[in-house]
């Protein structure tokens, strides 16, 4: 879901912009000195998984991870992305300079929103699993929303563009949720204290 | 080894496990188009995102690279191909052109085809014109051209060809070059929020 560049109009580029630097510095301030294994790690995952493909019927499908990154580092997710990002925009010409404060806001704010909404969740061992699901693939279903809506802001219809681009991504809900689900399960084993949950 | 050593030997076993994951890059993070002249006076071109899935009927925009006027617009067909004669005003003005696709959901790419790379010299005269020369003597004139249409028919896949190489594929030493940055940040990082904790006379113990 990365945007191009020249296709959205100065204010939405700006905005984005805005956004993100506001969830960066926020994001920043938040990380300790001994956090920033993580945020390293995750943001490198996210830099790589952009780029490798899994083959899936006659065509292929990437990782993105926005919703492990959102769990794991909550509002650090948004240097994370946003280091991932720019760094893929320059090596690679992956969506690009002007719209990356967009497309991080695309990819960090509803991972940032998911890992809100169900983090607590992950406490009851119940509901865990469920809720790692949950985090995985709703990231994923906002973020084409999310698209979806910055498109119509620039004169393309939000309604066919929400439903070609969700279609698209049905495939990537459903293995980000699996993977979120898996990672969240050994990292509950291994290291519960980076999901803030009490060891299990 | 102890805790804090062995969670980080489990992260990194996590982040190379995608190195196992066949590398191939095939996605569509970019629409790549390409353009070369080909014969009869015709633009040739491709709409491909990167990876090489052919980008189908996308609206193809041929603009005026100075002032982004539109001088025509079409779509690319089933290969994601397209083609188009060369703008009488382009030819004559010297125009570079911009030729941009938009691919929808937010792709959109494009491809600067300068003049110089497009107009040829002037046609001459068809042979009709050219009835006084004697007969059995070779048509000077109409070797030349045919022998330039054969040509532009023969470079054309070449074109095509070094157009395509100009695309940059990611490769393993750009990932690596990627998370070597992310970590070197981090350390940096890691730096300056010590520093700025010893001016202000805290030393973070734990």
């Known amino acids: ?200 | 080894m102890n805790a804090p050593e062995r969670r980080y030997r489990i992260m990194f076993g996590v982040v190379l496990l995608f190195f196992l994951l066949p590398l191939s890059v095939a996605h569509a993070h970019k629409l790549n188009i390409f353009a070369w002249p080909a014969k009869d006076k015709t633009i040739q071109g491709e709409a491909v995102f990167s990876g090489g899935r052919k980008a189908k009927n996308i609206k193809i925009i041929v603009q005026n690279a100075e002032t982004n006027v539109v001088l025509l617009e079409t779509v690319s067909d089933g290969q994601g191909g397209f083609h188009f004669t060369q703008p009488e005003q382009a030819v004559q003005e010297q125009m570079d052109l911009l030729i941009a696709g938009d691919a929808g959901e937010g792709h959109r790419g494009e491809w600067l085809l300068k003049a110089a790379e497009y107009i040829t010299a002037p046609e001459t005269d068809p042979p009709a014109v050219r009835k006084e020369k004697t007969t059995g003597a070779i048509d000077e004139e109409l070797v030349r051209r045919i022998a330039v249409q054969e040509i532009d028919k023969k470079l054309a896949p070449v074109r095509q060809a070094l157009a395509e190489s100009r695309e940059r594929k990611p490769e393993l030493r750009d990932i690596l070059g990627g998370m070597g940055c992310i970590v070197g940040l981090a350390g940096l990082f890691v730096w300056l929020q010590n520093r700025r904790k010893e001016k202000t006379g805290h030393v973070h113990s734990d």
Request: aromatic residues 8%.
């Open chain 1, 1 to 200: 879901m990365h945007i191009s560049e020249g296709i959205l109009s100065a204010p939405v580029l700006l905005g984005g912009g805005v956004l993100t630097v506001t969830g960066t510095i926020i994001g920043l301030k938040r990380i300790d000195t001994e956090d920033i294994m993580p945020v390293a790690l995750l943001s490198s995952a996210f830099f790589a998984a952009g780029l490798v493909h899994v083959p899936l019927g006659p065509g292929s499908v990437h990782l993105i991870l926005s919703g492990l990154l959102g769990l794991v580092l909550g509002w650090a997710c948004f240097p994370a992305i946003l280091t991932a990002l720019f760094l893929q925009a320059i090596f690679f010409q992956f969506g690009g300079l002007t719209v990356l404060g967009v497309n991080t806001v695309v990819m960090a704010g509803p991972a940032l929103l998911c890992s809100y909404l169900t983090g607590s969740l992950l406490e009851n061992s119940k509901m865990r699993a469920a809720a790692a699901f949950a985090t995985g693939s709703l990231s994923i279903l906002f973020s084409a929303l999310l698209t979806a809506l910055i498109l119509m802001l620039s004169d393309q219809g939000f309604i066919e563009s929400a439903k070609l681009i969700i279609a698209a991504n049905i495939p990537v809900m459903l293995i980000e949720g699996c993977l979120t689900l898996f990672i969240v399960d050994f990292l509950t084993k291994v290291q519960p204290e980076i999901l803030r949950i009490e060891s299990a």
